[in-house]
């Protein structure tokens, strides 16, 4: 049965990022226009008076919360990276659709807590209210949670995103946010709460974002050790001779602990120098650059605490590289004195 109040806006799956890709990159918290924006079965607009989200399953005490009962919550903010995993349909495909926000919102342990989730609970099934197809599908977009990571005090129901409240396409009036997870667990338009002993039955747990491993299938779920360029970028033309830096991001679920970076293909690396990082954020790399003339094939790759590294290809968090042309200093400087 639909609930009152809500319309789809856009059917089919969309996504929408900057032109420029990872190069758009420039500052520590992404603007809300540069945050890429995916959804599988199209957008729906829920008018904020008729929202509410049914917590029930293996609860002591089912709960139906309205917009004003989260808002009279306490609430947290946490920087985190958000970084879509890529399609479903092509889990090897590394997309870099990333970004790095500030979520606020009610812990939804807090929510937990007042339902009073049974002790043999172990999962938190969720689900969005939109509805649509996705691939040849026609279901829920329901994920789930273990309750370790649903009880860390980093998984948000969020009503802000960098200070604003959260846009329709950006998932609001409330969102659900799994920070270090990729952005599929992070459930827009959340209307629904279910603690179970199992995992969930859905699509979108059982046959999508499930990755093969020698043990089966694993869930995609903690984000893998990544870095991109973000400058120079292919279409900024560089000089021999002058000093320039390269510089980007480095994140993943864990902290980062080194970024090296290759000037000539992948043969040689050096150690770029790494920022800090703030709750789950991404952190700032950089390597001082004094370029000679003619084409250069920049690459980064990074490493976690955990001593996890990038792999060189075929993966979604695959080796970043990019393609710099450098003229030469001493031409340039003839023409531009004609
Ligand atoms: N309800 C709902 N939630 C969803 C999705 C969706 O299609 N429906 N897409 C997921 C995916 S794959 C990603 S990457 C993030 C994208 O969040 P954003 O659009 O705010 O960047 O939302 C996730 N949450
Ligand atoms: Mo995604």
């Given at each position: 049965?639909k609930?009152?109040?809500?319309?789809?806006?856009?059917?089919?799956?969309?996504?929408r990022?900057?032109?420029?890709?990872?190069?758009?990159?420039?500052?520590?918290?992404t603007?809300?226009?540069?945050l890429?924006?995916?959804?599988?079965?199209?957008?729906?607009?829920?008018?904020p008076?008729?929202?509410?989200?049914d917590?029930?399953?293996?609860?002591?005490?089912?709960?139906?919360?309205?917009?004003?009962?989260?808002?009279?919550?306490?609430?947290?903010e946490?920087?985190?990276?958000?970084?879509?995993?890529?399609?479903?349909l092509?889990?090897t495909?590394?997309?870099?659709r990333?970004?790095?926000?500030?979520?606020?919102?009610?812990?939804?342990?807090?929510?937990?807590e007042?339902?009073e989730?049974?002790?043999?609970a172990?999962?938190?099934?969720?689900?969005?209210?939109?509805?649509?197809?996705?691939?040849?599908?026609?279901?829920?977009?329901?994920?789930?949670?273990p309750?370790?990571?649903?009880?860390?005090?980093e998984?948000l129901?969020?009503?802000?995103?960098?200070?604003?409240?959260?846009?329709p396409?950006?998932g609001?009036?409330?969102?659900l946010?799994?920070?270090?997870w990729y952005?599929?667990?992070?459930?827009?338009?959340?209307?629904?709460?279910?603690?179970?002993?199992?995992?969930?039955?859905?699509a979108?747990?059982?046959?999508?974002?499930n990755?093969?491993?020698?043990?089966g299938?694993?869930?995609?779920?903690?984000?893998a050790?990544?870095s991109?360029?973000?400058s120079?970028?292919?279409d900024h033309?560089?000089?021999?001779?002058?000093?320039?830096?390269?510089?980007g991001?480095a994140?993943?679920?864990?902290?980062?602990?080194?970024v090296?970076?290759?000037?000539d293909?992948?043969n040689?690396?050096?150690?770029?120098?790494?920022?800090p990082?703030?709750d789950?954020?991404w952190?700032?790399?950089e390597?001082?650059?004094?370029?000679?003339?003619g084409t250069h094939?920049?690459?980064?790759?990074?490493?976690?605490?955990?001593?996890?590294g990038?792999p060189?290809s075929?993966?979604?968090?695959?080796?970043?590289?990019?393609?710099?042309?450098?003229?030469?200093?001493?031409?340039?400087?003839?023409?531009t004195?004609?």
């Amino acid at each position: 049965m639909k609930r009152t109040g809500l319309q789809m806006t856009k059917t089919g799956f969309s996504f929408r990022g900057p032109d420029a890709g990872v190069h758009a990159l420039k500052s520590w918290i992404t603007p809300d226009d540069d945050l890429f924006l995916v959804t599988h079965m199209g957008f729906v607009e829920i008018d904020p008076v008729h929202w509410y989200l049914d917590i029930d399953g293996m609860v002591g005490n089912p709960l139906r919360l309205r917009l004003s009962d989260l808002q009279a919550m306490p609430q947290r903010e946490y920087m985190s990276f958000h970084e879509c995993a890529g399609s479903p349909l092509a889990p090897t495909v590394a997309k870099r659709r990333v970004g790095n926000v500030v979520w606020k919102g009610v812990p939804l342990s807090t929510v937990l807590e007042k339902a009073e989730i049974h002790t043999d609970a172990s999962y938190i099934w969720t689900a969005g209210l939109e509805w649509g197809e996705y691939a040849d599908i026609n279901e829920p977009y329901q994920k789930d949670l273990p309750i370790d990571k649903a009880l860390s005090n980093e998984v948000l129901l969020a009503l802000e995103v960098n200070g604003r409240p959260l846009t329709p396409e950006r998932g609001g009036p409330v969102r659900l946010v799994v920070p270090g997870w990729y952005g599929t667990n992070s459930v827009k338009w959340v209307g629904s709460l279910r603690a179970e002993n199992r995992r969930a039955t859905g699509a979108y747990t059982t046959r999508f974002y499930n990755d093969p491993a020698p043990s089966g299938m694993t869930p995609v779920w903690s984000v893998a050790p990544e870095s991109v360029i973000v400058s120079p970028s292919p279409d900024h033309p560089l000089e021999a001779g002058v000093p320039t830096k390269i510089w980007g991001w480095a994140w993943g679920d864990r902290l980062i602990t080194g970024v090296e970076i290759s000037l000539d293909g992948g043969n040689l690396w050096q150690t770029a120098t790494l920022g800090p990082r703030r709750d789950k954020s991404w952190q700032r790399f950089e390597l001082p650059w004094i370029p000679t003339s003619g084409t250069h094939s920049l690459l980064c790759r990074c490493i976690d605490e955990l001593g996890q590294g990038q792999p060189q290809s075929d993966a979604r968090n695959a080796v970043h590289s990019v393609q710099i042309q450098v003229s030469d200093g001493g031409i340039r400087n003839d023409q531009t004195a004609t």
